[in-house]
Structures are given as C-alpha cells and as structure tokens.
T-cell receptor, first 112, second 113 residues
Framework: QKEVEQNSGPLSVPEGAIASLNCTYSDRGSQSFFWYRQYSGKSPELIMSIYSNGDKEDGRFTAQLNKASQYVSLLIRDSQPSDSATYLC????????????FGSGTQLTVLP | DAGITQSPRHKVTETGTPVTLRCHQTENHRYMYWYRQDPGHGLRLIHYSYGVKDTDKGEVSDGYSVSRSKTEDFLLTLESATSSQTSVYFCALREDRSGNTIYFGEGSWLTVV
C-alpha cells in the first residue's frame, strides 16, 4: 500500500475559483505534512507546512489537516494561471523521521 | 534559498559507464537526500545522509551508492549505469533551523543510452 495517496488529476479550474487538492496517508503516527509546488522542468518548491489539526492559512493558500481521518488538503483561493503546476503532498512518517515520503502529485491547470 | 548546487545539471552517458552526481551545500546542514523523479512514480528516495560518513538506504537504492566525506558534499554514484536509471535526480537538504523543512536543488537530468 502506497503511504501517501493523491488524486492524480488533472484538475482544471477557472481563473478566480477555489482549487481543492487532497491527500491521504497511511501512517497514523505521522507528524509533519507539507505541500510542494512543482512547475514543469523545475524542482519542487515548498509552499505550506502543517503539523497540527485544523487550518493554516498563508495568503491565498490554506492547508487543512485531519489526523483522525489521515487526511490533508490544500485550498488555493482566487486561482491564477500562474498556479498551474503539479502539487505534491509529502509526509514525514513516525517510523522514518529523517525521510519525506511523497505522493505522486496532482496536476492543476487554471484556465484564464 | 538553502544554498544547494547540483552538478552536472544535464548528462548523457552510455550503458555500463559509471556516473557521479554531486550535491553541494553552503550552510552545514546535517541531513541530505537524493531523490529520483519519474512519471507515474513521483519522487522516490534513493539514499540519505545524517552526517559525515553516515548514510542509509531509501526506497530505491539498488544500483546506487553514496558518499559524504565532508558536510557540504553528498555524492551519488551509479556504478554501472542502466537505461532504467534515466531520470531526474534531485538533491535535498533538511534545514536545521526550521526543523523538518526540506528544500530541493535544481535537479540533474540524466539520460542513459
């Protein structure tokens, strides 16, 4: 069983809409959760980290964590064409504290 | 910017030849990682290091070796390159000041023909 699962997409939303990206993880003891954005041909770029249940907001981005459901999501408000990228969910599991395990990524396209 | 430099950025090599990719950091962070990224597989951990001469295997370590003789350099070696090792290789480090935050280098595109 893959440790971190994401909808592969592609996901398309119109400009100005809210984009919702979802991720589930298998290790209930996981403590640290991250969202990375990756443009085509570029390296992953950290956009959000979240460690406790609830919401964390940073500008147009909101990360949501529900440890009971083993679910983490990323909301992008007022989506812009420049947000078009692949979004990677990553988790540091309890049994591998030095390692970051990634989902396969969700490709987001924001249509002008 | 966590000060990570990868070299070479692009390389084409022949099957059976050895290849070494270098990752260099400027800020003396302990933890460094090598990932490969392939379509449909996302980012997969090859090897990681938690200090000078301290390394361990990741999910896809077969066919790869690493060395870390200095804090600032983490080398990934393909002893005898195969076509299945054609990939994009990313070095990453964990920034000590911010705890678990991991930053990536710009990537090395390797083609084995």
């Amino acid at each position: 069983q893959k440790e971190v699962e994401q909808n592969s997409g592609p996901l398309s939303v119109p400009e100005g809409a809210i984009a919702s990206l979802n991720c589930t993880y298998s290790d209930r003891g996981s403590q640290s959760f991250f969202w990375y954005r990756q443009y085509s041909g570029k390296s992953p770029e950290l956009i959000m980290s979240i460690y406790s249940n609830g919401d964390k907001e940073d500008g147009r981005f909101t990360a949501q964590l529900n440890k009971a459901s083993q679910y983490v999501s990323l909301l992008i408000r007022d989506s812009q064409p420049s947000d078009s990228a692949t979004y990677l969910c990553a988790v540091i599991s309890s049994g591998s504290a030095r390692q970051l395990t990634f989902g396969s990524g969700t490709q987001l396209t924001v249509l002008p | 910017d966590a000060g990570i430099t990868q070299s070479p950025r692009h390389k084409v090599t022949e099957t059976g030849t050895p290849v070494t990719l270098r990752c260099h950091q400027t800020e003396n962070h302990r933890y460094m990682y090598w990932y490969r990224q392939d379509p449909g597989h996302g980012l997969r951990l090859i090897h990681y290091s938690y200090g000078v001469k301290d390394t361990d295997k990741g999910e896809v370590s077969d066919g790869y070796s690493v060395s870390r003789s200095k804090t600032e350099d983490f080398l990934l070696t393909l002893e005898s390159a195969t076509s299945s090792q054609t990939s994009v290789y990313f070095c990453a480090l964990r920034e000590d000041r911010s705890g678990n935050t991991i930053y990536f280098g710009e990537g090395s595109w390797l083609t084995v023909v």
